[in-house]
Nanobody, 125 residues
């Protein structure tokens, strides 16, 4: 069955960095667009970033542009999110998601077919 398993979350001080990973299995990873979506406490889902199937096209929410970098390794079925210059407002549960149809940076989460269970990121001093 399809599985997306996130890891790498934790507690980090403002200005710090974290790298999230998402291990995919049960589907042909290289043919799916991949995404990171987050949910802050008491708030709805917020699209963070998208990456196309070969990894050559990336899209970011304005709130993370210039600080976060999405990437993928199709040989290892892995998705990553490198987060730099973290701010307290980045505190959220981060989910990876997948879809066969690309969102081209629209952030339309209803397109996403598969979701992981999430990993907590807390930015606090």
């Amino acid at each position: 069955q399809v599985q997306l398993v996130e890891s790498g979350g934790g507690l980090v001080q403002p200005g710090g960095s974290l790298r999230l990973s998402c291990a995919a299995s049960g589907f042909t990873f290289s043919t799916y667009w991949m995404y990171w979506v987050r949910q802050a406490p008491g708030k709805g889902l917020e699209w963070v970033s998208s990456i196309n199937t070969p990894g050559s096209g990336t899209y970011y929410a304005d709130s993370v542009k210039g600080r976060f970098t999405i990437s993928r390794d199709n040989a290892k079925n892995m998705l990553y999110l490198l987060m730099n210059s973290l701010k307290p407002e980045d505190t959220a549960v981060y989910y990876c998601a997948a879809s066969q149809k690309g969102d081209y940076g629209s952030g339309y989460v209803n397109l996403y077919n598969h979701w992981g269970q999430g990993t907590q990121v807390t930015v606090s001093s």
